[in-house]
């Protein structure tokens, strides 16, 4: 194992507010409320768009719906365009990545003067339009905690990175019992997703001690959960153990990969863009 230094410095990000735990997904509308935001916008895929009751939401809402599995610049600019026209006070992401990363967007582009292109990379983004919610119902990216975004370039064929302090989610509401119908497959690649953020947090050549706990953590609980969860995806407590293994994925990955200074070419997974380096403890 290699000497870390405990005096280098690295920063920890986290929502303000985390909520965790089996039917807390109502705790979204609830805070909400106390906050008396009326104005709301919902950024999902079809699927969670169905189940948006389950978050306690009232007022005016509105749903987009149309979020691809890996959103484009023109999905953006259509979520966006919603946005301008509602100005919502507060901006919830229900899904997995794709439509949290849209959402940070929406929370901070809209009214900006600033495009897309004009935050390309770390710490452009101009400031916070609208408080921004994050609910995950899959088990693999951490986006609820992160505070980047990737959108495709479909005429470059490059991942636009953006990354903004602004970007952090007011308040994470993190729901095991959302990620049930998640199917074997997906259950299992977005598990080794989780898995693999752990893992290259702890082996990164930036690795520290603040986060170690929370990345080996995170491995175990994905070791521990995932084959239960792939062989009975009813399995609450190996839901909860995979959806928090995922946020401790996103917790600790953030401080220890370099922050987004140029596309990167689409055949890159989110996950490796930080370089990993190999094992050196």
């Known amino acids: 194992m290699s000497h870390i230094d405990l ?46 009751d389950r978050l306690g939401l009232e007022g ?36 997995g990545g794709s439509a949290m990363d849209l959402a940070k967007l929406a929370a901070v582009l809209p009214g900006s003067g600033q495009t897309i292109r004009d935050v390309v990379g770390p710490e452009k983004v101009a400031g916070k339009r609208a408080a921004l919610v994050q609910v995950p119902t899959t088990a693999g990216t951490g986006s609820e905690v992160g505070t980047r975004a990737l959108v495709t370039d479909p005429a470059t064929m490059s991942k636009l990175a953006v990354q903004s302090v602004h970007m952090l989610a007011d308040v994470a509401v993190v729901d095991p019992d959302l990620t049930l119908s998640v199917p074997a497959a997906v259950t299992a690649a977005t598990g080794v997703d989780a898995l693999a953020h752990c893992v290259e947090a702890y082996t990164n050549r930036k690795a520290h001690p603040l986060i170690d706990l929370y990345a080996l953590e995170g491995i175990r609980l994905v070791g521990r959960f995932l084959p239960r969860a792939i062989a009975d995806g009813s399995d609450r407590e190996a839901r909860a153990g995979l959806s928090l293994a995922s946020f401790y994925g996103g917790i600790c990955l953030g401080p220890v990969i370099p922050p987004p200074a140029m596309p990167s070419p689409i055949r890159w997974a989110p996950a490796t863009t930080s370089r990993m380096a190999p094992p050196t403890r």
């Open 7 to 52: 005096t280098t410095p690295i920063e920890l990000l986290r929502p303000a507010r985390v909520v965790f735990g089996a039917g807390t997904a109502a705790e979204s509308g609830r805070w909400v409320r106390e906050r008396g935001f009326t104005r709301i916008l919902v950024v999902a895929d079809a699927f969670n768009a169905a189940r948006v």
């Open 60 to 95: 005016d809402v509105t749903v987009f719906a149309d979020i691809k599995p890996e959103p484009d610049v023109p999905n953006l600019e259509a979520l966006l365009a919603v946005a301008e026209r509602i100005e919502p006070q507060v901006v919830i992401g229900f899904g």
